[in-house]
């Protein structure tokens, strides 16, 4: 078989040109047969009417009946033979006409569909157009835009871990070197300096690599019924020495009557440390956090609340996405990673909780909220065991 007639082109052509043939023909033969039997019934009573009247036919009469019916058929063979010329001009221009309006935008497709492949995600198709191709080609552009928006992820993110790993090295070689070189004095403040940036450069690579485990799911939560009340009393007696050294008021608001949830202690306690560590961070010295928890009839909500320089409202949608921060200065005295809320965010939602942030504005506090189900409403849903992981330090 040839190449071409592997095209959908013409495969289109080939198949209209079969029905005008198969038409072609059906109505050739049932003419024929028609004007056969007509003819023959009624024809020469017609022609010669005066002799059917006496009862008598000549032969000549007969003779002219067949020759005119010869004629007519001819007649009608040549109608026929002249139409099925115009249906095969018309099979063609109809092929034509519909190879173009598909046959065209599926190669439109594939070609777009390769060149994704090659990695090339701002290729985009346009087809002026309101059919299922068109469907199909808005699908691929979505799907597009979406490898585009992962794509450029992916390299803020590559960037992000790259600044991120040198700013302690570069700190950590610029003293080494200066030790060598006799610039800086051996003493205890410069090697505390050089330990203190190993201890977040080893912070920055635990926080990856759990956020990366995370991610991809193989992390996993045993959840049960815990009272998360001592949860809270844990961490904010963890905290509050280092917010008292920083003169910030850190208080614990919880109903007395507060009903078990269905969480991991040891994920609660991560998620509460990465969002009091942002709380301290960003509330000044005089100011106040409260952990408040109020509940309904399907879930505990935990809001911490800080009287800290609040978060304009272009920003919150992106707080809890990989190394977002507000500040585009990245300066790094606060000692953060960037990716704590990313992390809070993936270990609430394997808990079947929520997490989102709130703020009325720069300088008016911000509110960190996320909730996580009553125990009775989880208690069916099957868990998988736990490694020991121990809780990471808040980025």
Not at 127 to 144: P, R
């Amino acid at each position: 078989m040839m190449k071409w007639l592997h095209q959908l082109r013409w495969k289109l052509f080939v198949s209209h040109l079969i029905i005008v043939l198969m038409a072609y023909v059906v109505l050739l033969a049932a003419a024929n047969v028609l004007v056969s039997l007509g003819w023959t019934s009624f024809a020469p009573l017609t022609l010669g009417s005066a002799a059917a009247e006496t009862g008598q036919i000549h032969t000549g009469t007969t003779n002219e009946a067949v020759e005119l019916q010869e004629q007519f058929q001819s007649v009608v063979q040549q109608a026929l033979l002249i139409s099925g010329f115009a249906a095969l001009a018309a099979a063609v221009l109809v092929s034509l006409f519909v190879s173009r309006r598909i046959v065209e935008p599926i190669q439109t497709l594939s070609n777009v569909s390769r060149r994704l492949a090659q990695g090339l995600y701002r290729e985009r198709i346009y087809l002026q157009a309101d059919d299922e191709i068109a469907q199909l080609a808005q699908s691929v552009n979505q799907l597009a835009e979406a490898l585009d928006q992962t794509e450029r992820r992916r390299l803020a993110l590559l960037a992000d871990v790259t600044h991120e790993l040198r700013t302690p090295l570069a700190t950590i070689g610029g003293y080494m070197e200066g030790l060598v070189d006799g610039v800086v004095s051996a003493n205890p403040a410069t090697f505390n300096l050089i330990l203190r940036e190993t201890r977040r450069l080893q912070r920055l690579i635990e926080d990856l690599e759990l956020l990366s485990r995370v991610e991809a799911g193989q992390l996993p939560v045993v959840a049960r019924a815990i009272d998360l009340r001592s949860v809270l009393e844990a961490q904010i007696a963890q905290f509050e020495p280092l917010f008292s050294s920083n003169h910030v008021t850190l208080s614990l608001d919880v109903p007395e009557q507060l009903p078990q949830v269905w969480a991991d202690p040891d994920r609660v306690a991560q998620v509460l440390i990465n969002i009091l560590a942002n709380a301290y961070r960003y509330t000044p010295a005089g100011g106040q956090v409260t952990v408040q928890v109020s509940t309904d009839d399907h879930e505990v909500r935990v809001a911490v609340i800080d009287s800290g320089i609040g978060i304009a409202a272009e920003h919150l949608p992106h707080l809890f996405e990989r190394f977002y921060r507000v500040d585009k200065s990245r300066a790094r005295n606060s000692g953060g990673s960037g990716i704590g809320l990313a992390i809070a965010r993936h270990l609430i939602y394997a808990q079947g909780g929520e997490i989102w942030a709130e703020s009325d504005g720069i300088g008016k506090g911000a509110r960190f909220i996320f909730t996580l189900p009553l125990a009775p409403q989880m208690a069916t849903i099957r868990l998988e065991p736990i490694a020991s992981v121990d809780t990471v330090e808040a980025s």
